[in-house]
Protein backbone atom coordinates (compact mmCIF):
# COMPACT_ATOMS: atom_id res chain seq x y z
CA UNK A 1 0.00 0.00 0.00
CA UNK A 2 0.81 3.66 0.01
CA UNK A 3 3.23 4.55 2.57
CA UNK A 4 5.78 7.79 3.55
CA UNK A 5 9.29 7.10 5.18
CA UNK A 6 11.13 9.62 7.47
CA UNK A 7 14.56 9.23 8.55
CA UNK A 8 14.87 8.34 12.16
CA UNK A 9 15.50 11.44 14.98
CA UNK A 10 16.23 13.15 16.82
CA UNK A 11 17.99 15.60 14.81
CA UNK A 12 20.36 17.37 16.94
CA UNK A 13 22.21 20.40 15.21
CA UNK A 14 23.33 23.57 15.91
CA UNK A 15 22.21 26.79 15.46
CA UNK A 16 23.25 27.90 11.74
CA UNK A 17 23.67 24.65 10.37
CA UNK A 18 22.34 23.00 7.29
CA UNK A 19 19.45 20.93 7.64
CA UNK A 20 18.27 17.56 5.76
CA UNK A 21 15.57 15.02 6.92
CA UNK A 22 14.79 12.59 4.40
CA UNK A 23 11.67 11.29 3.09
CA UNK A 24 10.64 8.81 0.41
CA UNK A 25 7.46 7.66 -0.27
CA UNK A 26 5.75 4.54 -2.03
CA UNK A 27 2.92 5.30 -3.57
CA UNK A 28 0.42 3.52 -6.80
CA UNK A 29 0.02 6.90 -8.73
CA UNK A 30 1.28 10.40 -8.58
CA UNK A 31 0.43 11.97 -4.97
CA UNK A 32 0.98 15.44 -3.81
CA UNK A 33 3.40 15.77 -1.04
CA UNK A 34 3.66 17.73 2.11
CA UNK A 35 6.25 18.98 4.96
CA UNK A 36 3.79 19.94 8.07
CA UNK A 37 5.71 20.70 11.13
CA UNK A 38 4.79 20.35 14.99
CA UNK A 39 5.75 22.24 18.01
CA UNK A 40 5.22 20.84 20.71
CA UNK A 41 1.60 20.61 22.80
CA UNK A 42 0.11 21.82 19.14
CA UNK A 43 -1.31 20.53 16.05
CA UNK A 44 -0.02 20.41 12.70
CA UNK A 45 0.64 23.60 10.66
CA UNK A 46 1.25 23.00 7.01
CA UNK A 47 5.25 23.76 6.02
CA UNK A 48 5.21 23.61 2.49
CA UNK A 49 3.79 21.52 -0.21
CA UNK A 50 4.47 20.19 -3.92
CA UNK A 51 1.95 18.94 -6.29
CA UNK A 52 3.64 17.51 -9.15
CA UNK A 53 7.01 15.97 -10.35
CA UNK A 54 10.16 18.39 -10.04
CA UNK A 55 7.91 21.26 -8.11
CA UNK A 56 9.74 22.75 -5.57
CA UNK A 57 7.81 23.47 -2.32
CA UNK A 58 9.48 26.07 0.19
CA UNK A 59 8.31 28.48 3.03
CA UNK A 60 9.99 30.38 5.74
CA UNK A 61 13.42 29.34 4.47
CA UNK A 62 12.68 25.09 3.94
CA UNK A 63 12.63 23.71 0.92
CA UNK A 64 11.68 20.56 -0.57
CA UNK A 65 11.51 19.26 -4.37
CA UNK A 66 9.41 16.61 -5.57
CA UNK A 67 11.55 14.00 -7.32
CA UNK A 68 9.03 11.17 -9.11
CA UNK A 69 12.54 9.31 -10.11
CA UNK A 70 14.10 8.61 -6.60
CA UNK A 71 10.13 8.72 -5.16
CA UNK A 72 11.73 11.32 -2.47
CA UNK A 73 11.02 14.94 -1.04
CA UNK A 74 13.56 15.58 0.96
CA UNK A 75 13.33 18.80 3.69
CA UNK A 76 16.19 21.28 3.52
CA UNK A 77 16.89 24.40 5.41
CA UNK A 78 20.48 26.78 4.93
CA UNK A 79 20.64 27.49 8.53
CA UNK A 80 18.66 26.47 11.19
CA UNK A 81 16.86 28.53 14.43
CA UNK A 82 16.28 27.37 17.60
CA UNK A 83 13.00 28.06 17.11
CA UNK A 84 12.53 25.36 14.09
CA UNK A 85 12.74 23.22 16.87
CA UNK A 86 10.20 21.14 16.48
CA UNK A 87 8.84 17.16 14.60
CA UNK A 88 8.56 17.21 11.26
CA UNK A 89 6.05 15.16 9.21
CA UNK A 90 6.45 13.98 5.12
CA UNK A 91 2.79 13.31 3.95
CA UNK A 92 1.20 12.20 0.77
CA UNK A 93 -2.40 12.68 -0.68
CA UNK A 94 -4.19 11.50 -3.29
CA UNK A 95 -7.66 13.03 -4.92
CA UNK A 96 -9.33 10.85 -2.40
CA UNK A 97 -8.48 13.73 0.42
CA UNK A 98 -6.42 10.92 2.80
CA UNK A 99 -3.47 11.95 4.04
CA UNK A 100 -1.10 9.05 4.77
CA UNK A 101 2.14 10.06 7.28
CA UNK A 102 5.69 9.23 7.88
CA UNK A 103 6.49 8.76 11.85
CA UNK A 104 8.16 12.04 11.90
CA UNK A 105 11.45 13.14 13.13
CA UNK A 106 12.07 15.12 15.89
CA UNK A 107 14.55 18.10 15.17
CA UNK A 108 16.02 19.25 18.11
CA UNK A 109 18.88 22.76 17.28
CA UNK A 110 21.01 23.99 20.26
CA UNK A 111 22.28 27.74 20.69
CA UNK B 1 -7.28 33.89 10.46
CA UNK B 2 -9.93 31.49 10.87
CA UNK B 3 -9.12 28.42 12.90
CA UNK B 4 -9.96 24.68 13.49
CA UNK B 5 -11.27 24.80 16.95
CA UNK B 6 -11.22 21.81 19.56
CA UNK B 7 -12.36 20.99 22.80
CA UNK B 8 -11.11 20.02 25.42
CA UNK B 9 -7.27 20.50 24.85
CA UNK B 10 -6.91 17.93 27.62
CA UNK B 11 -8.51 14.82 29.08
CA UNK B 12 -8.01 12.10 31.67
CA UNK B 13 -10.50 9.50 31.94
CA UNK B 14 -10.80 6.23 33.35
CA UNK B 15 -10.91 2.88 31.21
CA UNK B 16 -14.35 1.49 30.11
CA UNK B 17 -15.61 5.20 30.75
CA UNK B 18 -17.05 7.45 27.98
CA UNK B 19 -15.61 10.08 25.91
CA UNK B 20 -16.60 12.66 23.63
CA UNK B 21 -14.08 15.12 21.29
CA UNK B 22 -15.93 18.26 19.79
CA UNK B 23 -14.52 20.13 16.04
CA UNK B 24 -15.80 23.39 14.99
CA UNK B 25 -13.97 23.31 11.12
CA UNK B 26 -13.09 26.88 9.40
CA UNK B 27 -16.14 28.15 8.28
CA UNK B 28 -17.56 26.93 4.75
CA UNK B 29 -15.38 23.99 4.70
CA UNK B 30 -16.90 20.99 3.86
CA UNK B 31 -14.51 18.11 4.30
CA UNK B 32 -13.43 17.47 8.09
CA UNK B 33 -11.10 15.07 9.06
CA UNK B 34 -10.48 12.96 12.25
CA UNK B 35 -6.69 11.50 12.99
CA UNK B 36 -5.31 9.28 15.86
CA UNK B 37 -1.76 10.57 16.35
CA UNK B 38 -0.13 7.97 18.66
CA UNK B 39 3.07 9.42 20.88
CA UNK B 40 6.05 9.03 18.13
CA UNK B 41 3.68 8.35 15.35
CA UNK B 42 2.18 9.94 12.55
CA UNK B 43 -1.39 10.85 12.52
CA UNK B 44 -3.69 8.04 10.95
CA UNK B 45 -7.00 8.79 9.85
CA UNK B 46 -10.09 7.16 11.45
CA UNK B 47 -13.12 9.13 9.44
CA UNK B 48 -13.78 11.01 6.81
CA UNK B 49 -16.84 13.55 6.64
CA UNK B 50 -18.27 14.93 3.04
CA UNK B 51 -20.59 17.41 4.34
CA UNK B 52 -22.91 15.37 7.01
CA UNK B 53 -22.13 12.40 5.05
CA UNK B 54 -18.69 9.39 5.94
CA UNK B 55 -16.72 9.25 3.06
CA UNK B 56 -14.18 6.72 4.40
CA UNK B 57 -14.42 5.33 8.35
CA UNK B 58 -12.50 2.27 7.18
CA UNK B 59 -10.35 2.75 10.58
CA UNK B 60 -12.61 3.81 12.35
CA UNK B 61 -12.77 0.50 15.19
CA UNK B 62 -16.60 0.85 15.38
CA UNK B 63 -17.54 -1.41 18.29
CA UNK B 64 -16.20 1.34 20.43
CA UNK B 65 -15.86 4.56 18.45
CA UNK B 66 -18.53 6.95 16.84
CA UNK B 67 -18.38 10.32 15.03
CA UNK B 68 -21.66 12.25 13.36
CA UNK B 69 -21.48 15.68 11.57
CA UNK B 70 -25.28 16.16 12.03
CA UNK B 71 -25.61 19.49 10.25
CA UNK B 72 -22.64 19.31 8.05
CA UNK B 73 -20.64 22.07 10.11
CA UNK B 74 -19.31 20.74 13.49
CA UNK B 75 -18.43 17.50 14.65
CA UNK B 76 -18.11 14.62 17.52
CA UNK B 77 -15.79 12.11 17.74
CA UNK B 78 -17.15 9.27 20.70
CA UNK B 79 -15.27 6.49 22.65
CA UNK B 80 -17.37 3.97 24.37
CA UNK B 81 -15.84 2.46 26.07
CA UNK B 82 -12.51 4.35 26.56
CA UNK B 83 -9.56 1.58 26.74
CA UNK B 84 -5.79 1.87 27.63
CA UNK B 85 -4.25 2.00 23.94
CA UNK B 86 -6.79 5.08 23.33
CA UNK B 87 -4.56 7.18 25.03
CA UNK B 88 -3.38 9.29 21.85
CA UNK B 89 -3.87 12.74 20.21
CA UNK B 90 -6.83 13.20 18.34
CA UNK B 91 -6.29 15.73 15.63
CA UNK B 92 -9.54 17.42 13.57
CA UNK B 93 -8.69 18.66 10.26
CA UNK B 94 -10.92 20.42 7.50
CA UNK B 95 -10.54 21.59 3.67
CA UNK B 96 -12.78 23.69 1.52
CA UNK B 97 -13.28 20.89 -0.44
CA UNK B 98 -12.40 17.14 -1.28
CA UNK B 99 -9.27 16.19 -2.63
CA UNK B 100 -5.56 17.53 -2.88
CA UNK B 101 -5.96 20.31 -1.02
CA UNK B 102 -4.45 21.89 2.16
CA UNK B 103 -5.74 20.19 5.59
CA UNK B 104 -5.52 22.70 8.05
CA UNK B 105 -5.47 21.30 11.55
CA UNK B 106 -6.65 22.10 15.31
CA UNK B 107 -4.39 22.19 18.05
CA UNK B 108 -5.99 18.48 18.73
CA UNK B 109 -7.50 16.56 22.26
CA UNK B 110 -4.94 15.09 23.95
CA UNK B 111 -6.50 11.98 25.47
CA UNK B 112 -4.82 9.85 28.81
CA UNK B 113 -6.88 7.25 29.75
CA UNK B 114 -6.40 5.63 33.33
Known amino acids: GDSVTQMEGPVTLSEEAFLTINCTYT??????LFWYVQYPGEGLQLLLKATKADDKGSNKGFEATYRKETTSFHLEKGSVQVSDSAVYFCALIFNTGKLIFGQGTTLQVKP | EAEVAQSPRYKITEKSQAVAFWCDPI?????LYWYRQILGQGPELLVQ????????DSQLPKDRFSAERLKGVDSTLKIQPAELGDSAMYLCASTASEGGETQYFGPGTRLLVL
Open chain 2, 49 to 56: FQDESVVD
Open chain 1, 27 to 32: ATGYPS
Open chain 2, 27 to 31: SGHAT
